[in-house]
Every structure is written in structure tokens, then in C-alpha cells.
């Protein structure tokens, strides 16, 4: 096969993967438990790496390095809020995403959310070991993530 | 001239002598009062000749399909009712909708119905849709929605003796639709982080990878048979 032509086919797939499910159009989106996992390193790099699972409970799954900070765990609980907005709860394959580069808000540091998200860092690395499905046996406390808001948005294109 | 004027004047008396009188009526007995219709009838339902004249075929229908769903955050069950019905001229339908907490408790409930009567022949179909809304009453999290809905059509028709009848009928009985969850309220184990984020903005970009992973029957376990990167994109949340 000539090597434009398989070119054009990897591009086809992967424009046609990028496509939105439609799922979200006739399914609202509640609160969503997410499972915080210690003791996994994620696969790809960085200090958070999300899962989400479509076959497989839990469904969300956050991987979180020893040394993630609250920034690291923002950003994941950011992309679950944007992967479920983006294809819904009723997932047809797996995702897994992992932040690039972070960038909070002026007023971050002070933010009763980070005190929050530092408190639940503590609480994973003191929670005791459990099995979770195909991670084995791991640290993992579980949290609510409310349903995402109208405060949230995709930045025009979403792809940079 | 005038002979024949007062001829014509005298034939026309005459006949309405015997017009009126009771020598032109004969013996009618009036009709006993239990035969006579205990509703005007008459003029509204087809007649069973109507139908027996017409292609109008006995296989009526019915179909109510309901759309139970929470809408405006959670905040309202609503319940959508669509009606098909086939061969008939009357049909009744209805829908009842009802909330329950997790104790089995009914935090709410309402209903809503329809009437359809058509005073003629029935038509080959119809279609209409009604819903029933009713509030949550500001609990957004834990009820479960419910919705049941019944139904009646029937091709009327009245007889010879104008008395209204029912040639054919079908029946739906109370029937639930399926099951509508709220989500799960917070577990106290699964603490939900507060709110307060004065609206800053939170922007983080990331890369994608989607996966697809089969069940293994000889191995009894997930495999990662294929990945690939969706892409890379940026999200702004803002805190609230």
C-alpha cells in the first residue's frame, strides 16, 4: 500500500475516534463518583492520569503519583468534568487523558477547593490498601464530583 | 266565472277538514318509554349501517409510549406520554407520575389524561402527546421516578334502535414505564469538594488517548487490544 494512502486511512481513523458521541444529547449529567488511585504509577507520564472505563467499575479513576499536588489533581478532576461533557456516562471504549499544563485562577491559593483537594491527597496516601478492578491491590479513597455546571466551557476549537 | 271560485273555495275547506281530523291519522300507539333512548344519541355515533357501508376493518390499535425523564437540573420529573391509535373513534389514555425517596416514601406525584371522541367514522390513525410534570421539590439527588399509564379505545357506533354501542375495544391496562434514577446523593464516604471558587477561571490542557479493551474468556480478563491518540485540548472550568 502506497504510504500517502495509509497516511489519509490514520488520519481518516483518528478524525472519525475525535468524533462526539451523541450521548450527551439525551442524558443528563448528575454527580459522578471518581475513584483517587495511589500506589499505580500512571502509564503515560506526568503525576495524574485519568481513566475512564467503560465496561469496568469504577468507572473514573484518577492515578495519582506521590509527589501530585493539588494543581495535578484539579487539572484531573477538570478533564473528567470535560470527558463527561464531551461523551457522557455511557461510554462505547475507554479514555484515558493526561494533563499538559495547568493554569489556575489568581485566587487559586486561597481557594477553599484547593484546601479541599489537599485534604483528599492526605486521605489517599493514608487510606488503606484495597482491590480494585485490573489495578490490583492499591491505595484508592473515592469522592464526589458534582455535576458539571454552566460555569463550564471548552476553549473555542478545543485543540491546540 | 264565480261558480267555479266557490267550487275551488269549498274543495280547498274540505280537504283541510280531513286533513285535521283524526280520520286521517289512524291508530298509532306511541312507542313504550324504556324503548326510547335514555340519551339523544341519535346524530353523534356512526350507525352499525354506517360501518357495515364503509372498509372500516375491526383491527383497532392502541400504543401509549412513555418518556419519563428529570429535567431543569434534576428539579423536575417529567413524564411524555405519546398516544397512536388506529381504526377508533373514541380513546381515553392516562398517566400518573410519582416520586420516591429512598425510605419508599412519595415525595410527589401528579397526572394527566386525554379524551378523544370523534363523532363519525373512525379515522385510519391519529397520534397525540400530553405530559405530566411535577416538581422534586428542590431534591435533586436519590429519588427514583416513576410512571405508570393506561388506556381505552373503542369503535362505538349506535343501532337500529339508536341505543350507543361498542363493535370493537382494546384495553391498556396500568402499565409502568421504566424506572428514572436522580443521581446518587453524596456519600459521606465519598465527600463532595466545596464550593467557593470565587469564579476563578481553571484552565488545563491534555492529551487524549482512547482505548478499546475486550473481554479474554480463556484468561478471564480485560485486554487492551487497540489505542490510539484522540488529541491534545484545553479546558477552562471555572469554579464556582
Same mark, same amino acid.
Given at each position: ?9 490514520a488520519f481518516a481513523a483518528i478524525t472519525s475516534a475525535a468524533t462526539p458521541l451523541p450521548a450527551q444529547e439525551t442524558e443528563p449529567l448528575g454527580a459522578a463518583r471518581v475513584t483517587l488511585v ?31 499536588? =493539588?494543581?495535578?489533581?484539579?487539572? =484531573?478532576?477538570?478533564? %473528567? ?14 479514555? @484515558?487523558?493526561? #494533563?499538559?499544563?495547568? @493554569? #489556575? ?8 477547593? @484547593? ?9 489517599? @496516601? ?16 473515592? %469522592?464526589?464530583?458534582?455535576a458539571p455546571s454552566g460555569g463550564a466551557s471548552t476553549t473555542p476549537a478545543g485543540r491546540r | 266565472m264565480r261558480d267555479r271560485y266557490r267550487s275551488l273555495v269549498a274543495t280547498i275547506a274540505t ?13 298509532? /300507539? ?13 346524530? *353523534?355515533? &356512526? ?11 375491526? /383491527? ?7 418518556? &419519563? ?38 415525595? +410527589? ?14 379515522? &385510519?390513525?391519529?397520534? /397525540?402527546?400530553f405530559t405530566v410534570r411535577i416538581s422534586t421539590n428542590n431534591i435533586t439527588c436519590g429519588l427514583v421516578g416513576k410512571s405508570s399509564v393506561s388506556g381505552n379505545a373503542a369503535q362505538k357506533a ?67 487490544? +487497540? *489505542? ?11 469554579? /464556582?
Amino acid at each position: 500500500m502506497d504510504t500517502s494512502v495509509r497516511y489519509l486511512l490514520a488520519f481518516a481513523a483518528i478524525t472519525s475516534a475525535a468524533t462526539p458521541l451523541p450521548a450527551q444529547e439525551t442524558e443528563p449529567l448528575g454527580a459522578a463518583r471518581v475513584t483517587l488511585v495511589a500506589g499505580t504509577a500512571p502509564t503515560r507520564g506526568g503525576r495524574t492520569e485519568v481513566v475512564r472505563r467503560a465496561q469496568r467499575t469504577p468507572q473514573n479513576l484518577v492515578l495519582v503519583d506521590r509527589n501530585a499536588t =493539588a494543581e495535578d489533581l484539579a487539572a =484531573a478532576l477538570v478533564m %473528567i468534568n470535560a470527558l463527561r461533557m464531551q461523551y457522557g456516562d455511557t461510554l462505547t471504549s475507554d479514555f @484515558r487523558a493526561r #494533563p499538559e499544563t495547568v @493554569r #489556575p485562577g489568581p485566587t487559586w491559593q486561597q481557594s477553599a477547593y @484547593r484546601t479541599w483537594l489537599v485534604t483528599q491527597l492526605v486521605r489517599l @496516601r493514608a487510606a488503606p490498601q484495597a482491590d480494585v478492578s485490573d489495578l490490583g491491590v492499591v491505595k484508592a479513597v473515592q %469522592i464526589t464530583l458534582p455535576a458539571p455546571s454552566g460555569g463550564a466551557s471548552t476553549t473555542p476549537a478545543g485543540r491546540r | 266565472m264565480r261558480d267555479r271560485y266557490r267550487s275551488l273555495v269549498a274543495t280547498i275547506a274540505t280537504s283541510a277538514l280531513i286533513a285535521c281530523g283524526d280520520a286521517a291519522v289512524g291508530d298509532v /300507539t306511541a312507542p313504550p318509554l324504556a324503548a326510547t333512548p335514555a340519551a339523544p344519541v341519535a346524530n *353523534e355515533w &356512526p350507525s352499525v349501517d354506517d360501518y357495515t357501508d364503509s372498509d372500516i376493518p375491526s /383491527t383497532i390499535g392502541l400504543t401509549i409510549h412513555v418518556d &419519563p425523564r428529570f429535567e431543569d437540573d434534576f428539579r423536575t420529573f417529567t413524564v411524555v406520554a405519546t398516544v397512536h391509535f388506529e381504526w377508533v373513534n373514541e380513546v381515553s389514555a392516562s398517566v400518573s407520575a410519582s416520586l420516591i425517596n429512598k425510605n419508599g416514601t412519595t415525595v +410527589n406525584q401528579g397526572s394527566a389524561g386525554m379524551q378523544y371522541s370523534r363523532l363519525a367514522l373512525p379515522v &385510519p390513525e391519529g397520534d /397525540t402527546t400530553f405530559t405530566v410534570r411535577i416538581s422534586t421539590n428542590n431534591i435533586t439527588c436519590g429519588l427514583v421516578g416513576k410512571s405508570s399509564v393506561s388506556g381505552n379505545a373503542a369503535q362505538k357506533a349506535i343501532d337500529v334502535r339508536l341505543v350507543q354501542v361498542v363493535l370493537f375495544s382494546q384495553v391498556i391496562l396500568p402499565t409502568n414505564g421504566p424506572d428514572v434514577l436522580q443521581p446518587a446523593c453524596p456519600d459521606p464516604d465519598a465527600p463532595a469538594p466545596p464550593s467557593g471558587g470565587g469564579g476563578d477561571d481553571f484552565e488545563t490542557c491534555y492529551t487524549v488517548w482512547r482505548e478499546l479493551w475486550s473481554w479474554d474468556y480463556l484468561t478471564r480478563q480485560f485486554t487492551l487490544i +487497540n *489505542e490510539w491518540v484522540i488529541g491534545s485540548f484545553c479546558y477552562v472550568y471555572q469554579m /464556582t
